[in-house]
């Protein structure tokens, strides 16, 4: 079974930036798209960004184009989502999943806890 785990989340006020990390085997690092995802409260689960960790290749919803960015780190299995001048509404729970395709936007695994971001005005 693919494990991913996600850390990173924090409570920041509104402009702040913060990054996130998804840290995966090296197997599911190597074989998947791996995504981010967040769900704010009260509303459903929504893509964020994707990125296929060993070519770097990348896209983001349009919700976030501009503010948010995703990179991995092969030698750490690890995929981060940087987040910049963050808002109110990107409060929330944000999970990393496996991503259906490159270009995709559903997430295919299992679900992790997730971490919290909390952004304050």
């Known amino acids: 079974q693919e494990q991913l785990v996600e850390s990173g989340g924090a409570s920041v006020q509104a402009g702040d930036s913060l990054r996130l990390s998804c840290a995966a085997s090296?197997?599911?690092?190597?074989?998947?798209?791996l995504g981010w995802f967040r769900q704010a409260p009260g509303k459903d689960r929504e893509f964020v960004a994707a990125?296929?960790?060993?070519?770097?290749?990348?896209y983001v919803a349009e919700s976030v184009k501009g503010r948010f960015g995703i990179s991995s780190r092969i030698v750490e299995n690890t995929v981060y989502l940087h987040m910049n001048s963050l808002r109110v509404e990107d409060t929330g729970v944000y999970y990393c999943?496996?991503?259906?395709?490159?270009?995709?936007?559903?997430?295919?695994?299992?679900w992790g806890q997730g971490t919290q971001v909390f952004v304050s005005s």
């Open positions: 990125i296929s960790g060993p070519s770097g290749k990348s």
């Open positions: 999943n496996m991503v259906n395709y490159f270009g995709g936007k559903m997430g295919v695994g299992s």
């Open positions: 090296e197997d599911t690092f190597r074989k998947y798209i």
